[in-house]
Nanobody
Framework: QVQLVESGGGLVQAGGSLRLSCAASGRTFSSYAMGWFRQAPGKEREFVAAINWSGGSTSYADSVKGRFSISRDNAKNTVYLQMNSLKPEDTAVYYC????????????????????WGQGTQVTVSS
């Protein structure tokens, strides 16, 4: 099992940047594919970005391509989401998620592929 804790959210003006972190417990972090999702009020949770177990393959939602970047540091048991050129429509609670790579190396954009979730961190972008 793995436990996930997100951090780095906050209030930022449009055009600004934030870096989210997701710290994972356990010694087998490198055996998990990881993903970032977000949920705005009244909307379903949607895919943002994903990365395979090694960090060698990534995937992004069209809405964030060219602005967001996902990365991981397996030595630190942490996955990151660098968010640049933020827009008001990026406002949401951001969640990280994990899927054992034994079921496939990833990356995965389907939220139903993930069995472990963090508690989320709020990102608010003001116009």
């Amino acid at each position: 099992q793995v436990q996930l804790v997100e951090s780095g959210g906050g209030l930022v003006q449009a055009g600004g940047s934030l870096r989210l972190s997701c710290a994972a417990s356990g010694r087998t972090f490198s055996s998990y594919a990881m993903g970032w999702f977000r949920q705005a009020p009244g909307k379903e949770r949607e895919f943002v970005a994903a990365i395979n177990w090694s960090g060698g393959s990534t995937s992004y939602a069209d809405s964030v391509k060219g602005r967001f970047s996902i990365s991981r540091d397996n030595a630190k048991n942490t996955v990151y989401l660098q968010m640049n050129s933020l827009k008001p429509e990026d406002t949401a609670v951001y969640y990280c998620a994990a899927r054992p790579a034994a079921y496939g190396s990833g990356p995965y954009s389907d939220k139903n592929a993930y069995g472990y979730w963090g508690q989320g961190t709020q990102v608010t972008v003001s116009s």
